[in-house]
């Protein structure tokens, strides 16, 4: 996680950011999706892409290019 890796609490980056400590907790849990501008802002705080950050979820939920999401029977 970039914000432990930076060494960053979630308050510290709460407070940077401009957010309560809970939006940064339901952020990293997958419950909150953040707004363009707060995902900008993390990215910038904790130096890496939008992409870096928040896509990895993303890709998690979306099946691979070419495979079917129906169960054969």
Do not use: H, N
């Not at 060494?7 to 809970?22: H, I, K, P």
């Not at 997958?30 to 890496?48: E, F, H, K, Q």
């Not at 950050?53 to 999401?69: I, K, V, Y």
């Amino acid at each position: 996680m970039a914000r432990t890796l930076r060494g960053m609490t979630q308050a510290e980056l709460a407070a940077e950011v401009g957010v309560s400590r809970q939006t940064v907790v339901a952020l990293e849990s997958g419950d909150y999706a953040p707004s363009v501008y707060l995902a900008l802002a993390i990215s910038r705080c904790l130096g890496a892409t939008v992409e870096q950050l928040f896509a990895e979820d993303a890709a998690a939920e979306e099946p691979a290019r070419g495979q079917s999401t129906e169960v054969e029977r």
